[in-house]
């Protein structure tokens, strides 16, 4: 069971380009959540999913776009990188149940440089 | 306007001693809380929650405590052993789908 599986790990651009962050989970789980952390803060929510076909804004969506075709698959699209989007990006899914943790992948680290 | 506040930066505690971290929180509809653990280079793992209808959570070396009225909660491990030293985030949702954490509080257990 991978549970929550981001790719890739590393990858560094040149401001203005672009670059979509794959996440995908196999539990079935209904949420899915980004987030970036940036040194010495926690984690701000950038967009999330309560469903397929569903996206909402969080706390910090400026710069960036989300898709939700399938349960599965929740890939966060950058479109023209700037150097204020360097940081480590976190996707987290969760089930319906009440009450029920969010479950993290291991994260993509981004410079933009 | 932090909602979830760790105010301790770092803490150090001796292994086999107790490791209390704490967080605040000033919005008054939250009303679950959860604590993560955070290696490098990996992503956060839940660690424990605690639901605001208790005020006391525990599994096995964890404890949470909550006071409603003081807007504080605290992680509470006995005993601290090296394999504990990683980030903790204090988080909390109010209701709805989406959790906000608090900045981290790194522990390190000295051997």
């Known amino acids: 069971n991978a549970g929550v599986t981001q790719t890739p790990k590393f990858r560094i651009l040149k401001i203005g380009q672009s670059m979509t962050l794959q996440c995908a989970q196999d539990?079935?789980?209904?949420?899915m959540y980004w987030y970036r952390q940036d040194p010495g803060m926690g984690l701000k929510l950038i967009y999330y999913?309560?469903?397929?076909?569903?996206?909402d804004k969080g706390e910090v969506p400026n710069g960036y776009n989300v898709s939700r075709s399938t349960t599965e698959d929740f890939p966060l699209r950058l479109e023209l990188a700037a150097p204020s989007q360097t940081s480590v990006y976190f996707c987290?899914?969760?089930?319906?149940?009440?009450?029920?943790?969010?479950?993290f992948g291991d994260g993509t680290r981004l410079s933009i440089l | 306007d932090q909602q979830v506040k760790q105010n301790s930066p770092s803490l150090s505690v001796q292994e086999g001693r107790i490791s209390i971290l704490n967080c605040d929180y000033t919005?008054?509809?939250?009303?679950?809380f959860l604590w993560y653990k955070k290696y490098p280079a990996e992503g956060p793992t839940f660690l424990i929650s605690?639901?605001?209808?208790?005020d006391k959570n525990e599994d096995g070396r964890f404890t949470v405590f909550l006071n409603k009225s003081a807007k504080h909660l605290s992680l509470h491990i006995v005993p601290s052993q090296p394999g504990d030293s990683a980030v903790y985030f204090c988080?909390?949702?109010?209701?709805?789908?989406?959790?906000?954490f608090g900045t981290g509080t790194r522990l390190t257990i000295i051997p």
């Open positions: 999913s309560v469903g397929a076909g569903i996206t």
């Open positions: 988080a909390a949702s109010g209701g709805n789908e989406k959790l906000t």
């Open positions: 987290a899914s969760r089930g319906t149940g009440f009450n029920q943790p969010q479950h």
């Open positions: 605690i639901s605001s209808i208790k």
């Open positions: 919005n008054s509809m939250f009303d679950y």
């Open positions: 539990m079935n789980h209904n949420y």
